[in-house]
């Protein structure tokens, strides 16, 4: 009988697995462990993992201890918590608000596991590269650690080094996840909301990027060459001739950091300005340059003398580009004239929303939350809560956003939350709404439409020069009997399923029926060999049925249907 899991690697993952299920199990998701049916994991494991539960979280909600446990395990799911809390729109609001809490701080790899990379990277001795290495990390995180450095030529260093083995470990737990996710959509009717499986795809694509230090690099570039003539902000500079896919050199910024008020107040820092240059870098981020800093929070942000920000860590980016704009643009008139019908419109257009859905439903419904925020003053709106309810309402019908439009809305959520912790009455709507206007009148700028009926006229002009061939095609193919239709069976998968399971049983069930028939015509003609004073042909036929059935009886037992 084939394992339900379907694992290429089961064996060489079957540690992993148990830690996996361990863990969980003590956090309290045992029914969970149980109802994706881990095959040979399940049968070893369903007597002793549930003593393996701890009873003192049994008292913690769901996020707090699914958090706990993402911990626990390590780098991967560390990392996939941090994207799941940017992504309000693929799981809960309150799960993905709790993951913001995850602690992306261990301990850090002792330098003599960093030397075989260093001195491959440079040379045996790093003094021949370096004036100066400080072998003590300055702060370790889960895929990577920072030391501080100073080249030959004087200039101070931060040298960001990925951990040993750390592709080898997340290759193995993504094969994992997935196939962890396929159990979950399986199994678990109701996950079918939070699409497991594209979950981890998505989050496949970016880990990937965040194991090449050679893309956060170039991020890093990209946004030193956009803001390096504004004032309010730094970006370090990247030391290329020093620099690989495993390790980033980069100027060191001493900092204070963002969280710290103390140390802020200490240095005479102004705190609301510091608040205001955090929003203002953000929103020029996103509606100016259409790239942006995805994970804008406190960790990753160091304030200089003269309330300037330093943003840090920029492997998790988002984009923005001109027809996303526009599409903000719609949703955001939507909702200064309460037209829920632009904004379905809108989500519609961008091809986002499945058929079935009851658009009457949807715009009544956001017709309803626009009625909650519908004058109300900008000092009282909080943006963390817009944007949950609306994700919330997003999730509810299936809409599926752009990753990077969800981001977005994040990352300005995370710079409003870090504005008010410096500056109670810092609000981001007061420094959204110029932005907002200046796109409006944007729309009524000549240079604005020519480039867009550039685009259109280009659009139309190699549409034109493609129709004739494909016309030319079509007519050659419905002339040689070529054109063929397919259809899609849509909700069909799980009858199909059980149909395949019915007809095996009893396929099964006519083959035991046969053997037993057949043992019991041998019996009755008396023919040797004998066993036990029968013909032994009938004995070991009787025996094999009896074997074949009670696996038929366990089989159904164990999937809960008689």
């Known amino acids: 009988m084939m394992n339900p899991l379907g694992l290429r690697k ?40 549930p003593r393996m539960e701890k009873k003192e979280y049994a008292v913690l909600g769901t996020p707090v201890r699914l958090r706990m446990a993402f911990e626990e395990l390590g780098p991967t799911f560390i990392k996939l918590g941090q994207m799941l809390s940017v992504r309000p729109d693929l799981i809960p609001p309150q799960i993905a608000q709790e993951f913001t809490k995850l602690q992306d ?39 990577a650690q920072v030391h501080r450095a100073r080249l030959k030529s004087g200039e101070d260093v931060a040298v960001k080094i990925l951990r040993p083995n750390i592709h080898q470990i997340i290759k193995t737990d993504l094969e994992i996840l997935f196939n962890l996710a396929e159990l979950i959509a399986k199994y678990v009717p109701e996950s079918e ?46 030391y290329w001739e020093y620099s690989s896919e495993k390790i980033l050199v980069t100027e060191f910024i001493q900092g204070i950091k963002i969280s710290d008020l103390a140390a802020l ?30 994970d804008p929070h406190p960790g990753n942000l160091f304030v200089l003398p003269g309330n300037v920000i330093v943003p840090v860590d920029f492997g998790m980016v988002g984009r923005i580009d001109e027809d996303m704009k526009e599409d903000l643009l719609n949703i955001l008139r939507g909702i200064v004239d309460k037209d829920s019908y632009r ?31 519908y004058g109300v003053p900008l ?24 990753p990077d439009m969800v981001m977005m809305g994040k990352a300005l959520t995370i710079s409003e939350a870090v504005g008010r912790e410096l500056d109670p009455e810092f609000n981001m709507f007061d420094l959204l709404i110029p932005y907002t206007k200046k796109m409006f009148y944007q729309r009524w700028n000549p240079a604005y439409h020519y480039r867009h009926l550039n685009r259109l006229l280009d659009a139309s002009i190699d549409l034109l020069k493609s129709l ?16 063929t239709v397919r259809f899609q069976h849509q909700g069909l998968e799980q009858f199909t399923r059980e149909l395949d399971r019915s007809s095996n049983r ?45 696996w038929l009886i366990i089989a159904i037992l164990r999937s809960g249907k008689l």
């Open 10 to 49: 089961s064996i060489r993952h079957l540690n992993r697995y148990q830690e996996i299920l361990k863990i969980f199990v003590k956090y309290g998701f045992w029914d969970v462990v149980e109802k994706i049916k881990i095959g040979l994991l399940f049968d070893i494991s369903k007597k002793i993992l």
């Open 105 to 143: 701080e261990v301990a850090p790899v002792s330098f003599e596991k960093l030397k075989p990379l260093l001195e491959e990277t440079y040379s045996e001795d790093l003094l021949e590269t370096f004036a100066e290495f400080e072998e003590t990390a300055l702060a370790a995180a889960s895929m």
């Open 193 to 238: 909301l939070y699409d497991p499986v594209g979950i981890i795809t998505e989050f496949s694509r970016t880990i990937r990027k965040e194991q090449n230090l050679v893309l956060e690099g170039r991020n890093i570039d990209i946004f030193r060459r956009y803001l390096q003539k504004e004032e309010y902000i730094k970006i370090p500079v990247v």
């Open 265 to 294: 107040d200490a240095a005479e820092i102004d705190r609301k300005q510091v608040a205001e240059n955090g929003a203002k870098a953000i929103l020029k981020q996103v509606f100016e340059f259409g790239l942006f800093h995805a």
């Open 343 to 373: 904004i379905t419109r809108v989500l519609l257009n961008i091809g986002l929303i499945e058929d079935q859905i009851n658009f009457r439903n949807l715009q009544h419904d956001l017709l309803d939350y626009l009625d909650r925020y």
């Open 379 to 402: 000092n009282q709106l909080d943006t963390a809560q817009l944007l949950n309810e609306f994700m919330e309402l997003v999730r509810n019908y299936r809409i599926k956003l752009p």
């Open 468 to 483: 004739p061939e494909d016309i030319r095609n079509i007519l050659l193919k419905l002339k040689r009997d070529q054109i």
């Open 506 to 550: 009893i396929s099964f069930a006519l083959i035991i029926a046969a053997l037993i028939i057949g043992s019991s015509v041998v019996i009755q003609l008396d023919k040797g060999p004998f066993l036990w004073g029968y013909p032994a042909l009938g004995i070991i036929g009787y025996v094999l049925a009896s074997f074949l059935g009670f």
